[in-house]
């Protein structure tokens, strides 16, 4: 059987790795696996697998054409469409010999809406948690065509369990107010009063002003910025802190949270409805605090600091042992078997020639650059306010 996963591209993101992981399974498994991109990878490379792209670009309008041209050059058994809108296109065009598995990866309406219009042509839905599955589950005609299968990645090897560690933090979430940079900011400031004395690590994409409001915070000494980076780095700085600052309003699964667990860090969360709280337990493997509540979620990580033995091998258990490759691997594989029983669909353009892509409409975008800047900061000095919008992002 020939399998195949569509997938935007490996520039950033958390799908790349998912479908990576998937792919590395499958062909394990003795299935003939392919990794298909639209634009040119930059680091994937598949040893056991094949990695392809079809060399377009970002909204490219022939995209559908070149790839069903693509398919019907490289036939495939089963098709699973990962966050792509371009590849999405061509679902309902396709040959009923053809299973199309359609993973939502988010719970913005952008991620699942397709999913909805191509019910009919769909074999199967993944959600890749249940906080994504609740946004759409009710909206489908039948919904035993939806699965919950989590994220699973490749982990490095564990932490040497002699290691003392400081009382050092991580973020990920660069300058994006959805995923708590302005939080980050105020956290620090609730910690320097409670004398906090440990460094935070500052990962992601920060631009020369954000830098400049971190290098204003005090003692922004103990604040180290990284920028973009690759994941090994991030691995390597998480086998020595303490602690995974987790303040996205919305979090759909948490690729983030079960990588930095793996290697040792107690994630510290926004009590609120993400995947989060699918992957770490509140008290056991993660602390939690009130929305907004800077001081009591400035107490949480103190105590996860001043408790850390107590954290340190649950978390570790949790991340390995229920969020890798195989475990995740299982749940595809389960539904590759069933869906192969399944009745062939006639999709509803089969034959048709396939109409150009057309890039969807951000009406955001329309906005003039101070006033979408306003507004940004408006939403990430607000975390009630940046929680109640968590779903408007792409609009």
């Known amino acids: 059987m020939k399998l195949c ?4 591209g490996d520039r950033g993101g958390g799908i790349a790795p998912v479908a990576l992981s998937c792919c590395q399974q499958a062909a394990r498994a003795g299935y003939e696996t ?24 970002g909204y490219a309008p ?48 952008g991620y699942w809406r397709k999913a909805l219009e191509e019910e009919d042509n769909l074999e199967a839905i993944i959600a890749v948690s249940e906080t994504v599955a609740s946004k759409f589950r009710q909206q489908l005609k039948q919904t ?11 982990f490095p090897e564990k ?35 409670l004398r906090f004395a440990g460094k935070l690590h500052w990962f992601g994409n920060v631009t020369p002003e954000f830098k400049a409001r971190i290098e204003q915070l005090p003692n922004s000494e103990l604040i180290h910025v990284y920028g973009y980076v690759q994941r090994d780095l991030i691995f390597s700085t998480a086998a020595s802190a303490k602690v995974l600052l ?26 609120i409805d993400t995947g989060t709280k699918e992957i770490a337990k509140a008290n056991q493997t993660g602390l939690f605090a009130p929305l907004g509540d800077l001081q009591a979620l400035a107490k949480q990580v103190l105590y996860a600091c001043e ?19 195989a475990v995740m691997w299982q749940g595809y594989e389960t539904l590759i078997h069933h869906i192969s029983t399944m009745q062939l ?7 048709q020639q396939p109409t150009p892509f057309q890039p969807p409409v951000h009406r955001f975008q329309l906005l003039p650059p101070r006033l979408r800047s306003a507004i940004r900061r408006l939403i990430g000095r607000s975390p009630n306010l940046g929680y109640w919008l968590r779903d408007m992002r792409g609009w």
Not at 149 to 154: K, L, P, Q
Not at 345 to 351: D, F, L, P, T, V
Request: proline share 7%.
């Open 307 to 325: 408790n850390y033995s107590t954290f340190n091998a649950a978390v570790i258990e949790q991340a390995r042992s229920n969020f890798n490759e």
């Open 144 to 154: 035993n065509k939806l699965s919950v299968i989590h994220n699973g990645t490749v």
């Open 34 to 57: 392919t990794l298909l991109m639209l634009v040119p990878p930059t680091w994937i490379t598949g040893d056991n697998f094949r990695v392809a792209s079809l060399e377009l670009y």
């Open 5 to 8: 996963w569509l997938i935007p």
């Open 246 to 271: 987790m303040l996205s309003r919305v979090e759909p699964f948490g690729m983030s949270t079960i990588e930095a667990m793996s290697m040792g860090c107690v994630p510290v969360a926004w009590d």
């Open 345 to 351: 669909i006639e999709r509803s353009k089969k034959g």
């Open 159 to 193: 932490p040497d369990a002699n290691l003392i560690r400081q009382d050092e933090l991580i973020f990920l979430g660069g300058e994006n107010p959805t995923k708590g940079a302005f939080d980050a900011l105020n956290l620090w400031k609730q910690l320097m009063k």
């Open 62 to 109: 022939e995209t559908p054409q070149v790839l069903l041209q693509w398919l019907k050059e490289n036939p495939q058994d089963v098709l699973f469409f990962n966050a792509c809108g371009e590849f999405e296109v061509i679902i309902p065009y396709l040959p009923p010999n053809v299973k199309c598995v359609f993973v939502v990866h988010d719970t913005a309406p």
